[in-house]
Nanobody, 114 residues
Framework: VQLQASGGGLVQPGGSLRLSCAVS????????MRWYRQAPGKQRELVAQ???????TYADSVKGRFTISRDNVKNTVYLQMNSLKPEDTADYSC?????????WGQGTLVTVSS
């Protein structure tokens, strides 16, 4: 299984970005989809996850601003990020759990700065 993340870039505080994670297999075979981020000098943090049953969770720091979603036709997982803050600056990567095996994609860099 291969994952390809995209959509990162430079955005001003208060702006929005949508990250995409294209998955090389059907999302119907994926149990859990996650977005992580890692800021320079910090540990990797789970930002959001959604399960095949539709259960979603978010880190407290992004609740109400970020939304994780999936497109089962395009086999893509999204992370809509609104009201971005400088502290959201990080390398964002996607992860899926399929039949108890985890798969990672490469990161996409998000920089929030004026």
């Amino acid at each position: 299984v291969q994952l390809q993340a995209s959509g990162g870039g430079l955005v001003q505080p208060g702006g929005s970005l949508r990250l995409s994670c294209a998955v090389s297999t059907s999302l119907f075979s994926v149990n859990v989809m996650r977005w992580y981020r890692q800021a320079p000098g910090k540990q990797r943090e789970l930002v959001a996850q959604t399960t095949s049953g539709g259960y979603t969770t978010y880190a407290d720091s992004v609740k109400g601003r970020f939304t994780i979603s999936r497109d089962n036709v395009k086999n893509t997982v999204y992370l809509q990020m609104n009201s971005l803050k400088p502290e959201d600056t990080a390398d964002y990567s996607c992860n899926v759990l399929r039949y108890s095996i985890g798969y990672w994609g490469q990161g996409t860099l998000v920089t929030v700065s004026s």
